[in-house]
């Protein structure tokens, strides 16, 4: 009986270091595949808004190749901090940065070297291929209508709400001409922007998936359509030839119309607390008249 205690336990033994060994072999043969969709998966919402690979420059150069043009570290440096090469004054940093027209490239939150390594191994191997799943994002280039202007409008100051529920651009976003008060000052004067990114194509593939710290948590999960986004490239090449006033003045405006807002307030609680005061003192007032006479 003891005997048959002691088989049975050690074949339960075995049977776990079995199933162990068995569960590891399958977990370590599955990470290249893991990896290489996350690693895809990262690209396509950091990256792909401002660069392809095979399909020409956008607001950023081409990375088809990129690994031929300077080594490994200084890849993986400029990648992790982009401003911090700049600042150094690096030659191939300001190259980039003149080429981009002045923008400079986010920092994104949460990259590692090893992140950074796994990028471009993702880029080498797209490069390799005949066409690369990332060579860009195909975009009607039909001319732009009145209607597409007017439609852009309406869509950056709200009145037409976005199909998939994002925020309008006028929450965070001013262009010239917009009124008293403009837009929003949380985020740039959006004027220029067409100017800035260098035209329709890399503005149209920036709003796809933009890759700033504040929009890309929101549009990750409420993506712009096609027709939405060529509408408000349309907007913002109309307001980029546009001359209009200087905005400058809408916080002023602002600013005046607040100080109006408390002033009329102050002068309303004034009415009402002198009303009441009086309200209050008269009785008094007359009690003590009536007290003296007696």
């Known amino acids: 009986m003891q005997m048959y205690r002691v088989a049975r336990r050690l074949s339960e033994v075995w049977r776990v270091r079995w199933s162990w060994a ?3 072999a399958l977990v370590c043969a599955a990470p290249p595949v893991a990896v290489g969709q996350e ?4 690209f396509k919402q950091n990256c792909y808004s401002c660069h392809t690979i095979g399909g020409g420059r956008l607001v950023g150069p081409d990375l088809k190749s990129v690994s031929q043009r300077k080594d490994r570290e200084w890849l993986v440096r400029f990648i992790l901090n982009p401003q911090a090469m700049m600042d150094r004054g690096d030659p191939y940093a300001m190259r980039i940065l003149e080429e981009s027209r002045g923008v400079v490239m986010a920092q994104i939150a949460g990259l590692t070297r090893d992140r950074a390594n796994l990028l471009l191994d993702l ?3 797209e490069s390799a291929l005949e066409k690369s799943q990332f060579e860009g994002i195909k975009f009607s280039d039909r001319p732009f209508t009145e209607l597409d202007v007017e439609t852009g409008e309406r869509i950056f100051n709200g009145l ?4 998939n529920g994002g925020p309008p651009c006028i929450s965070c976003h001013t262009v010239r001409g917009l009124g008293l008060l403009g837009g929003g000052r949380l985020g740039v004067d959006l ?3 067409s100017e800035r990114v260098g035209g329709r194509k890399p503005l149209s593939a920036w709003l796809v998936s933009p890759a700033t710290t504040t929009m890309q948590p929101v549009f990750k999960s409420y993506p712009m359509e096609p027709e939405e986004i060529l509408s408000l490239v349309a907007f913002f090449e109309n307001s980029a030839k546009q ?8 916080p002023l405006t602002f600013f005046l119309l607040g100080l109006m807002g408390m002033v009329l307030v102050l002068g309303l609680f004034d009415a009402l607390w002198k009303n009441r ?4 003192r008269r009785p008094l007032v007359a009690g003590g008249e009536m007290r003296t006479e007696v």
């Open 191 to 193: 004027t220029k922007v």
């Open 39 to 42: 690693t895809a998966a990262f």
């Open 243 to 250: 001359v209009g006033d200087d905005d400058s003045v809408a």
């Open 160 to 163: 037409t709400r976005l199909s």
């Open 277 to 280: 005061f009086r309200a209050v």
């Open 123 to 125: 880029i080498e191997a």
């Open 22 to 24: 068995i569960g590891t």
